[in-house]
């Protein structure tokens, strides 16, 4: 097929860069053009890309280890509750390609098994589902979704097609695997895409064009809620901002005001923008959130303080009245689920069933790499070995692991330059006027869950203690097109 052409739309020179590409969108008026035998077809113009934090563009180049890779093309995708991802299609020096995506503080990269291994009906998974990838060993599926095409760019190795919907499962694998099924709209042929879930230090993006859209720099946003000046230290990673000053919650990539908060509700403990060194790692403090959750008519409310750390991703410290907990992802398929839901294993030790709650987002300060919401809601299960804690967040199809040992607050202090004095949250005080209106929200929202016969399961053991880490229920996921 020919590897270069004129665009059936306005005449501009189209030209292939990949064997595989079967489509490409044109720069100049936007249609998308798929190759064939016979020439070059028009399928018509696709949407305006929205616009989207973009930690890699099309025309970027990079490399994994020694293998170089180009990115030749990128699909937007749309979950329901409006979530926008991008995956990228990475053409490699070797003549391979594959897909890269990025979420919460990882890249995933991966690469389409051929012939593609048995994987169940789309309609027959369900979280945690063991899948056997023979050779690659035993994957768990974390995410099943379905995603529309919004819109697309440059090279693509399927024609896409805006509004199209695709069911996609995403999957953990042994040493950092990653994996996911596309069923496409579930008519056509499975496709499985294998690879690894990656740092941000094990994967090189070179910079080589400028950013399609805003791009969000370090310095020079203003929060469109009051006008002061928002300085960015998750840079292109973060979707939210809250300003610390008005608690307007803001869109980056757009500067879209999402929604209003009363200002200065509470102040956090480590402030936001402090940095310090923990486990050998220089983290900044970068968000805050007050969660709550409800047991036996009491609520109970905590703090988690997000982190991020170049090269390494994102991070949490969780205040537990008083008990502070360090926090960071696991990969699901390292779990031992064998005793689920009483106990779990990891890392040779069992863990038992501690509690089980739905926490609530209640109030937000700073930065999220997802597209944070006050009301926002989570399943949490905690796991307990002693002191420490594997945790499991669950919602909207997907699921979520963390490791949350306990780290004493003098080791937090020491890191952060803060005073060494017992801390906990001023905000587990029963007289913070804001935690009334919390309370009354809470009870508000668990009332309705009610009538709707909707329960909020809590654990037997009677520990009331509420998770330890909140984290997205947003898309965040990928999906691979085809
Ligand atoms: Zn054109
Ligand atoms: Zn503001």
Redesign the pocket.
Known sequence: MAAQGQ??????P?EFRMGASVSAV??????T?RRTDRGLENLGKVAALADSPAIVAVGDSGAIGDQRFHVLGKVQLQHDMGGVWEEWYLGFDNGQWGWLAYAQGLFMVTWKVQPSPSVPPMNQVSLEMPINFGPRGIFRIVEYKNATIASAQGELPFAPKAGDIRYYADLHGPQQGFATIDWGQGTEPVEVFIGYQLLESQLRITEQVERPHQSVHLEGLQCPGCGAPLKVHGGNRIERIACVYCGTISETASQQIIARQEAARTQPLIPIGASGTLAEQNYTVIGYMLKSTVFEEEVFTWSEYLLYGPGVGFRWLVDDEGTWRFVSPLNASDIDLSGFPSSIGYGGKVFRMRNQNEGFTDYVLGEFYWKVQVGESTQNMDFSNGSDVVSREAGSNEVHYSHAPAIPWSVIAQAFGLPNTAASSPTSSASCRGCVTAVAWVIVILVVLALLGIFVCVGESGDSSPGVRGSPAYGGGWSSGK
């Open positions: 665009c059936p739309g306005c005449g501009a189209i044109c720069p100049y008026c936007t249609t053009v």
